[in-house]
RNA sequence: GCGCCUGUAGCUCAAUGGUAGAGCGCUACUCUUAUAAAGUAGACGUCCUUGGUUCGAAUCCAAGCAGGCGCACCA
């Protein structure tokens, strides 16, 4: 007879494959149809909030592995909050303007920006924004991100720029925005200055020059007759805009005679420069501490200038002469030296680099061709002492990559010192996570510059100034802004580009200083951090577009380099005008990198391609990743890992499988048992349970998603496929189907995986979605497992009496496992219900394992076990003396080394092998109707009471 | 160059200053009633390096190396 038939074997549809390429579009679209996100904002309705703000990415170009662990880590967030207790919305956003969106326009579509009317070329960055807009609202959907996908906020939306302008406003009103001549980053190229970010640095081969000044006024300490101070440059250019030469305060500087000239240089230097010049027979005349030397004044080389000696700190000696070239109009230090000393700022450069009339001979030329004619004016005037060529780091336009210059230019500024001292302390009211970041962040404020908002482009929100055409005056005030508010609400900040600047104004608008009615409009655009810096107003507090938002944010979660960035800018707007963070905490993350650390780049061909991923893998296996390291460190990913990864997904996943199967006639509301009709084995599974959801929800709590991950990966391998779920197969597979004891076990199974599959939701979104369709239901429970709350632990279940009884046991079991190892190398056994245990043991120790006697063959899955009480005064060792007879035959091991006091001796069991449940048994073979089953099983059948 | 962070088994992570652990992977074995599953066992570590503090250092300190991020690469 087959008795397989009797037996409740594992059934389940749930597939083993999970094949998720194409599962997961499925689950999605059913997202979609029930509407789950607005679902979820229903259930959490009057739920305190939790507004995790989106860092909007910029909308350029396909989504990849970085912004893919960014929004995962945001979704893991707000699916975890709305699961515990939390009012968690998620409104995400779009930077949607700026020049690198201008220039891949301008590529992909062959603009001519210069050739058409700005209001077209700004439909055509828009058109471009908002593809990428749908593209990777498309590409972060598919990871499963929950969201208010259909109403985002884009930078670009007409009631954003409108509250944008009024934040500037606002710093206007405060006396925080000036209008500046400052040098600024400059690409000639895309005519534009340019922010500190979109700057990045590259070698580039430049001349090296040493000049001489020959000194006008030595004030007594120098001479002057022949003598000159030597300067090095690698951009001979700047000389033109010269006005002054820049020593160190506390360095020496020495005076030496070659021939019949002299020179001042810094002596530390005076080897490398005799070296690099191949001079010889230098003098040393005299030593002078720079300080000294401030005052004295020099003739400019070939132009009818003076140039003055100033001092700077910054002064240093790696390359040079320790006499540096000031040319206040070409250089952030040289600006700020400039200032000190009330120098001049000179800047004879148009916007497309070439120099103006104001650069008399050199007028019209391109500033790189410049460097030519000045060395040969050098030359000509025997100024020039040597000349080289370096390779050295310079600065390069992030999009155009060509080498950009300093240009003092008339720019609108944020003048940072006058709020610094707030913004400071605004930090110091932020949680940052890890702590780190707020030392960043703070030293970063600390000595930062001026905010130079200005950008002389086209794709972007205007800077929403009016000029008196009369007396020149700026013009900004509530009046004018609130107006302009008005028709950038109903035009957009298009409008800004269509009209004259008549038609922007209220009518009849009269000029505050002079009366006049005639104005001309700025028009320089905001830098695009000015965009992103204003969502905090723009999108937190805007409640006819997004009433589930406030201000200020519980959370900002970005990459560690927004600290620089969009930490940095909402802050600043955020003081500016609200004197306070527009977030309570800022949690950062680190960055993608390879299996040895390594950045990833395509040169070195280990880029990772999170859409190709998701089409191989799956998103979950992704999100999984995403999961599985501690993120705030770099985050390594490469084939290998998301291998390992994707095992742990399959382990994790029939695990989940196991459980159902074994679920499917079990209906929670009428078939669970009490808690005091559970086993032991089972209450103890219920403690580690209890433990399981202790450490997955600290670990969410703490933001730390990798001990949630090997919690559960533990848990499930160990806890459950290693130690329960081995342990109950007989009682599920051959105990009545409706019996008290399969029910129990059943029972244990049913609340494990309802605390699984929602434990396991924040991270793997489509996979718990799928479990949950599976999982046997009670009356109301909901559609989506995402619309239920997270476990909790029950206090109840948590015996710690049983569990460190359990511990011990385990101890005994691993020992035995151990032992039965070794006779199955020996082929005494295979399976392990082959073996018969023995255990040798005496005083406490024998009379715990006899008052757990009873269940020690489920524990050990054997199909017998002996206990024998050593003699007092008797040890455990390994003595052939302590053995039963038939035991001196068998393969043992004494384990004093791990559990003191136990010897475990295995042998091949005598019994014969029950054809239904497989455990041996003596007695098979005594009934003659049925002559392979068990007692037990016989008596089951016999009374048909299997079913 | 400067600042911050990181550096434990092939991988992902643990380890109040007290004999370095887990899981995965790998190898071998077992099972065939979770089966493109499941169980058991085994091997695998100069805890980045070098100094120092300490009775004792993966852990504290210093220097260095490697990687990441940021600042600056100036003249």
């Not at 969106?101 to 828009?126: H, S, T, Y």
């Not at 035959?889 to 475990?904: D, F, H």
Request: charged share 25%.
């Amino acid at each position: 007879m087959d008795y397989s038939k009797t037996l409740n074997l594992p059934k389940t549809e749930f597939p083993m494959r999970a094949n998720l390429p194409e599962r997961e579009p499925e689950i999605l679209k059913f997202w979609e149809e029930i509407d789950l996100y607005r679902m979820v904002q229903q259930k959490n309705a009057g739920r305190p909030k939790f507004v995790l703000h989106d860092g909007p990415p910029y909308a350029n170009g396909h989504i990849h592995l970085g912004t893919t662990l960014n929004k995962i880590l945001k979704d893991i967030i707000v699916k975890y909050n709305s699961m515990a207790g939390n009012d968690a919305p998620y409104v995400p956003g779009w930077d949607t303007h700026g020049l690198p969106i201008e220039q891949q326009a301008i590529k992909e579509l062959g603009l001519d920006r210069r050739a058409m009317n700005p209001v077209e070329f700004r439909q055509k960055c828009r058109e471009f924004a908002l593809k990428f807009v749908n593209i990777q609202r498309e590409e972060f959907k598919r990871l499963g991100i929950g969201g208010k996908w259909e109403k985002p906020y884009l930078t670009l939306h007409p009631n954003y720029e409108a509250v944008q302008i009024g934040v500037f406003a606002e710093m206007v009103k405060r006396g925080y925005v000036y209008k500046g001549l400052k040098p600024v980053f400059w690409c000639a190229y895309c005519e534009t200055a340019l922010a500190e970010a979109e700057v990045e640095y590259q070698d580039k081969k430049s001349p090296a020059i040493y000049v001489k000044f020959p000194v006008k006024d030595g004030q007594g300490l120098l001479p002057e007759e022949n003598t000159s101070i030597v300067i090095w440059t690698t951009t001979p250019w700047t000389l033109i805009s010269n006005v002054a030469l820049c020593l160190h305060p506390n360095y020496n500087y020495v005076l030496i005679a070659q021939e019949k000239e002299k020179y001042l240089l810094a002596e530390e230097l005076l080897s490398s420069f005799a070296q690099v010049t191949g001079q010889q027979n230098l003098k040393k005349i005299q030593v002078f501490r720079g300080q000294e030397l401030e005052g004295i004044t020099c003739y400019h080389p070939f132009l009818d200038r003076e140039s003055i000696v100033v001092l700077g700190e910054y002064v240093t000696l790696d390359t040079g002469t320790g006499c540096v070239h000031i040319a206040p109009g070409h250089g952030e230090e040289d600006y700020l030296v400039g200032l000190q000393y009330n120098l001049p700022v000179l800047s004879p450069l148009d916007d497309r680099g070439y120099f103006t009339a104001e650069a008399g001979k050199f007028s019209s030329r391109y500033y790189t061709d410049a460097d030519q004619e000045v060395i040969a004016e050098l030359q000509k005037g025997a100024f020039l002492i040597k000349q080289e060529t370096i390779q050295h780091q310079y600065p390069h336009c992030w999009r155009c990559k060509k080498p950009i210059l300093y240009r003092a230019t008339e720019q609108w500024f944020a003048s940072i010192d006058k709020f610094r001292e707030a913004l400071l302390q605004a930090i110091q009211q932020v949680r940052w996570i890890p702590g780190w970041g707020r030392d960043r962040i703070y030293n970063m404020i600390a000595h930062r510059g001026d905010w130079c908002i200005s950008r002389q482009r086209i794709w972007g929100v205007p800077i929403p100034i009016f000029y008196c055409a009369h007396c020149g005056k700026e013009v900004i005030n509530d009046q004018t802004i609130s107006h302009l508010q008005n028709l950038f609400r109903q035009y957009g900040s298009d409008v800004w580009f269509a009209r004259e600047a008549a038609e922007l104004l209220p009518p009849d608008f009269n000029c505050p200083v002079c009366t006049a009615q005639e104005f001309t409009k700025e028009t320089d655009i905001m830098d695009v951090w000015f965009d992103s810096g204003s969502s905090h107003l723009a999108v937190l507090e805007q409640p006819d577009t997004w009433p589930e938002l406030h201000w200020p944010a519980e959370l900002y979660l970005e990459g560690s380099d927004q600290h620089r960035g969009w930490f940095n800018s909402s802050l600043t707007t955020s003081v500016a005008v609200r004197n306070k963070a527009p977030y309570k905490a800022v949690l950062t993350h680190g960055f993608v990198v390879d299996e040895n650390g390594r950045k990833m780049s395509k040169s070195l061909g280990n880029v990772v391609d999170p859409l190709k991923v998701i089409k191989q893998m799956g998103a979950d296996i992704l999100r999984l990743w995403v999961s599985s390291a501690d993120y705030r460190d770099d985050m390594a990913v490469s084939p290998n890992i998301l291998k390992q990864v994707t095992e742990a997904y399959r382990k994790i996943r029939n695990t989940a499988r196991f459980l159902l199967s074994n679920l499917y006639d079990f209906n929670p509301s009428v078939d669970q048992v009490n808690y005091q009709e559970l086993t032991e084995i089972d209450r103890w599974a219920l403690v580690s349970l209890q433990r399981l959801i202790q450490k997955a929800l600290k670990g969410y709590y703490d933001y730390e998603y990798h001990v949630v991950y090997h919690t559960i990966h533990n848990f499930c391998v160990v806890d459950l496929s290693a130690l329960y779920l081995d342990m109950i197969k007989d009682r599920l597979y051959t105990m009545p189907a409706q019996g008290r004891e399969r029910r129990a076990a059943q029972t244990v199974l049913y609340k494990t995986l309802h605390v699984l599959v929602r434990i396991l939701t924040p991270i793997l979104a489509f996979t718990t979605e799928e479990i949950w369709r599976y999982l046997p239901k009670k009356e109301g429970e909901p559609a989506s497992v995402q619309l239920t709350d997270l476990p909790q632990v029950k206090e109840d279940y948590l015996d710690l009496e049983l569990e460190q009884k359990w511990e011990r046991l385990l101890n005994i079991r691993a020992e035995v496992t151990m032992v039965c190892e070794m006779a199955r190398q020996e082929k005494l056994i295979g399976n392990s219900l082959e073996a018969e245990v023995t255990l040798y043991t005496s005083g406490e120790l024998y009379d715990f394992l006899r008052r757990e006697e009873i269940n020690l063959t489920t524990i050990f899955i054997v199909s017998k076990v002996n206990l024998h009480q050593l003699k007092d005064g008797q040890d455990a060792c390994p003595d052939n003396n302590n053995l039963l007879p038939m035991e001196k035959q068998a393969s043992y091991l004494s384990t004093a080394k791990n559990i003191p006091g136990l010897v475990v001796a295995v042998r091949r069991t005598k019994g014969a092998k029950c054809t239904r449940c497989w455990i041996y048994n003596e007695k098979v073979g005594l009934n003659a109707e049925h002559p392979t089953l068990c007692p037990r099983c016989l008596e089951l059948i016999k009374t048909g009471h299997f079913a």
